[in-house]
């Protein structure tokens, strides 16, 4: 049976080392890249299930291997940087990130986001037994089956996080779910802490839905939450 394979990408050897025993630990295979041209090499030369990249690399920064690797792969990647301000966090889920840690970090905590990355791909890549359904409402349409969302007519390019988030405020228009709750029922793990994460991911999906103060999907309930104004 063929072991699952992982990227790691950073030029600092010290952390990618560290994370790949973690991994390694957890049954995984390992590879690992100095830089961006190397990571971009290894995705080409091997199937690789998961990429962790570090932003700030040489040869190519770790936008550039994401925006290269979007182009024709879905796998999950996540983020590991000392950038820790939230427009660098909203800048890396915008280029495609499916998740984003700062440094220093619990390793620990990354093999679980790579644990649940992992189990989120296996399931959007298995074939659909689902009878979730198409929503059509308020110039929305989302497609669950063809995960794509078409916006006053123009269509919309969201990452895997983002299209279930929609998904699920769209899913139960006017209910309230709190930060802590998105974040269950979409990473699908313990919820450490992570108001910040459903908080920007919410940012970004406003801006790629084009809301304006006329045209306004998701609606934060202050002090409560995020619903759906369907």
């Known amino acids: 049976m063929k072991r699952t394979t992982i990227l790691i990408a950073d030029d600092e050897k010290e952390i990618a080392d560290l994370i790949a025993l973690h991994l390694e630990k957890e049954g ?3 590879i690992q890249a100095a830089d961006g041209k190397e990571a971009i090499q290894a995705i ?5 299930d998961l990429a962790i990249l ?3 690399m040489p040869k190519l920064d770790g936008y550039e291997v994401t925006r290269q690797i979007r182009e024709t792969n879905p796998m999950p990647i996540i983020f590991v940087s000392a950038k820790s301000s939230d427009m660098d966090k909203i800048t890396g889920l915008v280029m495609g990130a499916d998740d984003y840690m700062t440094k220093p970090f619990n390793p620990m905590e990354l093999v679980a986001r790579v644990n649940a990355q992992l189990r989120r791909s296996k399931l959007l890549n298995q074939p659909s037994t689902s009878n979730r359904l198409v929503i059509e409402t308020a110039g929305l349409i989302i497609d669950p089956e063809q995960r ?3 916006a006053l007519n123009q269509s919309v390019e969201l990452t895997p996080k983002e299209f279930d988030i929609l998904y699920l405020l769209a899913s139960h228009p006017k ?3 709190r930060a802590e709750h998105i974040f269950q029922q979409v990473w699908e793990e313990a919820y450490y802490e992570s108001g910040n994460t459903v908080m920007v991911h919410i940012r970004t999906l406003r801006k790629k839905l084009g809301e304006d103060t006329k045209n306004k999907w998701i609606k934060t309930v202050w002090g409560v939450g ?5």
């Not at 080409?44 to 690789?48: G, K, L, P, R, V």
């Not at 995020?226 to 369907?230: A, D």
């Open 54 to 56: 570090d932003i700030m």
């Open 28 to 30: 995984y295979h390992i």
């Open 175 to 177: 209910k309230v779910f």
């Open 148 to 150: 794509t969302v078409v």
């Open 44 to 48: 080409q030369s091997h199937a690789i």
């Open 226 to 230: 995020y619903t759906f104004n369907g």
